[in-house]
């Protein structure tokens, strides 16, 4: 399908609603039947209708209709986080005494869930290094029922083999979910590749603007009803109408600011990598990048993050850097309008840094929409007031 068609067009129905270009926000928690038989088969069928807005509304349906069709699926699920997309996928996907393989490091609160709450519930899981796609052979048990990845990973860039992954999985009966978030499925298609449910936190690039919280689950109708008619519905945890409408306002430009970011993490890319204070650059686009190939071959871009390391192995040096930044804001997130740097050392007491840890020296800076100029000369004040205070 036209991803223009997509964004500009799918779902909607104007005529439905005075042919206003911009769909309505439907804020309404109830809706009404006419008849007992109608609403005798929306307790039975509360998939295919309106009934209550924990369940479906029109304004997140259109944006669901969008989001599958970007990402080449059958239908797609709106929650209100990321997070809860992660919680709404896997529970929907395990009963006690399963067993889950993960990628090392996934998402913080993707870790939450495997460590802390499943194994309340006879839930194991076994982390792995997904780089060599062996790894999850060998750490498959009989009561494995969920292979969880996340490719690109946000902090650290590794990539699994998607579709080798995939495959491995289907020839053992075991569920696949993938964490998207980084490439959005405009640069990587994770159900193409092979992948049960494509995953994102739209709070990201789908948003785009910093202010709305969101999360994406993509995968068949059967397995979406599944989720819905179970943890979807009874967490409550699908995204409210307003919130649907910001999604949909920030879908329509994803594709330019995609491109623009692309361009503008290039040039940043290009300077810091020149840079004599810069020990060295992490990007997955990157000749340099240890899995370029794989980069080359699963995913059409990247843009946006990369981390670095300043020749230092001062904390000081790192938050001077840091806090001496004008316009490149610190703060968590990614993903929308405005560049963010996050250094690493923040994740352990000033007095714990050990400038051996490569994840504590490590700073992540995301390229927002601004001119590279821009973003570039504020970086380079900020390296000079290491060097001016040396
Ligand atoms: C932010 C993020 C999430 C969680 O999304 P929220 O919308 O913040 O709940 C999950 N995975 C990745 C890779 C993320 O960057």
Known sequence: MDISYIINELGEDREKYFNAVAPPIM??????????????SLFYDEYNGYIYTRGHNPTVDILRKKLAALDGAEDCLVLNSGSSAIYAAVMA???????????????????????????????TTTYVDGTETENFS????PNTTIIYLESPNSWYYQLQDLKAVAAIARENNILTICDNSYCTPLYQQPIALGIDIALQSATKYIGGHSDVVAGVLCGTTAMMRKIFEGEFCTAGNG?????????LRGLRTLPIRLEKITRNTQTVLAYLKQHPQIESVIFTMDEAFPQWELAKKQMKGACG????????????????????????HMAVSWGAY??????????????????????????????????????????EQAFKSISDSD
Request: charged share 25%; with cysteine.
């Open 93 to 123: 996907n395990v009963k006690a005494g399963d067993h889950i393989v993960s990628v090392s490091k996934p998402y913080t609160w993707a870790q939450k869930l495997f460590n802390d709450i499943l194994p309340r519930f006879g839930i």
């Open 305 to 328: 993050l990369i981390s670095f390391f300043i020749k230092t192995d001062s904390v000081h040096d790192i938050e001077r850097f840091s806090e001496n930044l004008q316009h490149i």
């Open 239 to 247: 995204i409210a109408p307003f919130n649907a409408w910001l999604l």
């Open 27 to 40: 804020q309404t928690s109830n809706f009404v039947v006419n008849t007992v038989a109608e609403l005798r």
């Open 338 to 379: 405005e560049s963010l740097i996050i250094p690493g050392c923040a994740i352990v007491p000033e007095k714990r840094y050990d400038a051996s840890k490569k994840e504590q020296r490590m700073i992540r800076l995301y390229v927002g929409l601004e001119e590279p100029a821009y973003i570039i000369a504020d970086l």
């Open 138 to 141: 060998k750490a498959i048990q």
